[in-house]
Nanobody
Framework: QVQLVESGGGLVQAGGSLRLSCAAS????????IAWFRQAPEKERDLVAD????????FYADSVKGRFTISRDNAKNTVFLQMNSLKPEDTALYYC?????????????????WGQGTQVTVSS
């Protein structure tokens, strides 16, 4: 079983940047697809980006393409989400998830393991 802990969230002005981290323990990290999801109040949990086990394949939601970059360091059991040019609509609780996924763009229901989330707030 994998445990996930997110960090790096905070308050930032529009146009600013944040780097989220997701540290994993308790499993063979390189076996898992990893994704970042986000959930704003009273909204569904949406996929932001995901990355394959080797890091060679990544997927981005249209709303973040060109602004966010997902990467992973399997030697350190960590996944990162670099977020640039942040907008107020990026404000949400950001979750890291791990699962045995076959292809990019999988839904939240296909992921087995979740972190507690880290809050990102972008002020206008």
């Amino acid at each position: 079983q994998v445990q996930l802990v997110e960090s790096g969230g905070g308050l930032v002005q529009a146009g600013g940047s944040l780097r989220l981290s997701c540290a994993a323990s308790g499993g063979i990290f390189s076996n898992y697809y990893i994704a970042w999801f986000r959930q704003a109040p009273e909204k569904e949990r949406d996929l932001v980006a995901d990355v394959s086990q080797s890091g060679g394949i990544s997927f981005y939601a249209d709303s973040v393409k060109g602004r966010f970059t997902i990467s992973r360091d399997n030697a350190k059991n960590t996944v990162f989400l670099q977020m640039n040019s942040l907008k107020p609509e990026d404000t949400a609780l950001y979750y890291c998830a791990a699962g045995f996924i076959l292809r990019p763009g999988a839904r939240a229901s296909q992921y087995s393991y979740w972190g507690q989330g880290t809050q990102v707030t972008v002020s206008s």
